[in-house]
């Protein structure tokens, strides 16, 4: 157990709305990260931080904007949610050795 | 573009069998590479990670081996059990020591009693 902690863990929202996902850690590791796993795509990183307010893109970030004013949360920001971010996301963390160590996972559906 | 790949797609065996599943990646310059337990609904559980400079690791019944000239990792699990169906992802680290993975499509293994 890495000590992460997403919420909600379950989310039902209306296109165009904002919604933002909380990850956070208990162990003060440096770098974060958001993913989303589609069917299909597998999974693809959307932002990652290597340090409070440092952040940068990944592979999938438009539409998407992060922040870490903390160490322990990192949050991610659907501006205005479209059906195409119905997605399962998950955090995931550098841990000791380098281990990357993921969440639990919020299964984010945009109706 | 560093691309992975896991073949096959599925597999299923009888309980009791030692199997192989295997992992492949286009650009043999990786940092690390981790392979990974996914229970269905579930979040991603770390299996083993194998630094660039190591060919293999162990735990317990699972051994992954790393052959970065050739681009390709196998993860061998040995008396396979029921409780060992799930899917099984690798991912190689890009760019250094960020830990930004880039996944494979994973392999969905079923143990039959």
């Known amino acids: 157990d890495a000590g992460i902690t997403q919420s909600p863990r379950h989310k039902v929202t209306e296109t165009g709305t904002p919604v933002t996902l909380r990850c956070h850690q208990t162990e003060n590791h440096r770098y974060m990260y958001w993913y989303r796993q589609d069917p299909g795509h597998g999974l693809r990183l959307i932002h990652y931080s290597y340090g409070v307010k440092d952040t940068d893109k990944g592979e999938v970030s438009d539409g998407y904007s992060v922040s870490r004013s903390k160490t322990e949360d990192f949050l991610l920001t659907l501006e205005s949610a479209t059906s195409s971010q119905t997605s399962v996301y998950f955090c995931a963390i550098m841990g000791q050795g380098n281990t990357i160590y993921f969440g639990e996972g919020s299964w984010l559906t945009v109706v | 573009k560093q691309e992975v790949t896991q073949i096959p797609a599925a597999l299923s065996v009888p309980e009791g069998e030692n199997l192989v599943l295997n992992c492949s990646f286009t650009d043999s310059a990786i940092y690390n590479l981790q392979w990974f337990r996914q229970d269905p609904g579930k979040g991603l559980t770390s299996l083993l990670l194998?630094?660039?400079?190591?060919r293999e690791q162990t735990s317990g019944r699972l051994n992954a081996s790393l052959d970065k000239s050739s681009g390709r990792s196998t993860l061998y699990i040995a008396a396979s059990q029921p409780g060992d169906s799930a899917t099984y992802l690798c991912a190689v680290f890009g760019s250094g020591n960020t830990g930004k993975l880039i996944f494979g499509q994973g392999t969905t293994l079923q143990v039959k009693p």
């Open positions: 194998i630094q660039s400079s190591q």
